[in-house]
């Protein structure tokens, strides 16, 4: 590139400027939006805009199924405003709302998703489809997160006090 080129009246700093700032401030605002949600909670932040450039905000509709049960699943959803039901075998599991993620299990395993998502309300979310999620999960930081974030809580074998209760 010539200096020309870098001080030319039509391509002036300033326009330059405000061209950047216009496409950066999006990732910044979708890395920051991340970093509140507990999945990504921790991160280093050149990770989270990592993640968040690959993110788009995406606009689910009442009644979407988001994923079905043995089929599989077409992105990641990260649910910024709104509620999910998680069913499997036609029972309901739990409703998701802020922070939740809809898809991992199903992206990161291959093959059907283990359960049916249904968006209970209009649903704001972050969202990746599978070129996306593969790029995630090249990121060692957020593959563990994304690894974790399938397996199932493991709760505390209540220890009896030496109490006696």
Sequence with gaps: MTMEAIHDPEHSSVSWVARLVEVLQPVSLRADRLAAMGLFAGLR???LEFAADLFNEADVDRGTRMTVQGRPTSGLWLITEGEALVSANARPLRVLGYGDAVGIASLLHGGGSSDTTIALTPIRALAAGPDQFRELIG?????QRLIAA????????????????
């Design 45 to 47: 932040w050149p990770d």
């Design 139 to 143: 990121r060692p930081a957020i593959r």
């Design 150 to 165: 399938t397996q199932p809580t493991r709760r505390r074998a209540r220890r009896p006090s030496s109490r006696g209760e």
